[in-house]
């Protein structure tokens, strides 16, 4: 996987081949897949703000997916090359959302568009703020281009 640095207004991206397992028998990408690709680049965006999601875990708190969707366009194959790009879209006390664009590698081509809507809760699953540095982390790479 590729990591791209970012910085306010911008994305991370990351690259990966289709494997054989993520299609159906027409060789076509299973649509639950994508929500899949979205988790790793959240991953990574949070990697590249400065820290592992792991290490919020470890202080009690975990942000967890209030609602998904996806818009398919074209579908991706088994072996094609993808870009999927991830976007924070917007930051609050509680939550957080996040935009993402699949992409053919070598090409302007949007696969699939996608959002995810988060909360932060503690331990007993309790909506909380988003602590301290992670809040500071993730506001670095607010992309505030999309409305």
């Given at each position: 996987m590729n990591r791209r640095k970012a910085t306010g207004g911008d994305y991370v991206e990351i690259e990966l081949r289709v494997r054989y397992a993520e299609t159906d028998s027409m060789g076509v990408v299973y649509h639950a897949n994508y929500l899949v690709w979205f988790e790793m680049g959240r991953s990574e965006y949070c990697r590249k703000q400065g820290f592992n999601y792991r290490d919020l875990e470890a202080a009690g708190y975990y942000i967890v997916v209030a609602e998904a969707s996806c818009k398919y366009r074209k579908p991706a194959r088994y072996?094609?090359?993808?870009?999927?790009?991830?976007?924070?879209?917007?930051?609050?006390?509680?939550?957080?959302?996040?935009?993402?664009?699949?992409?053919?590698?070598?090409?302007?081509?949007?696969?699939?568009?996608?959002?995810?809507?988060?909360?932060?809760?503690?331990?007993?699953?309790?909506?909380?703020?988003?602590?301290?540095?992670?809040?500071?982390?993730?506001?670095?790479?607010?992309?505030?281009?999309?409305?």
């Open positions: 072996d094609e090359v993808i870009q999927v790009r991830t976007f924070l879209h917007a930051l609050k006390s509680r939550s957080l959302c996040f935009r993402y664009q699949v992409l053919r590698k070598g090409s302007t081509e949007t696969l699939v568009e996608g959002e995810t809507r988060h909360l932060c809760l503690d331990a007993a699953g309790r909506v909380k703020v988003i602590p301290d540095p992670y809040a500071s982390y993730l506001a670095e790479g607010l992309d505030s281009r999309i409305t």
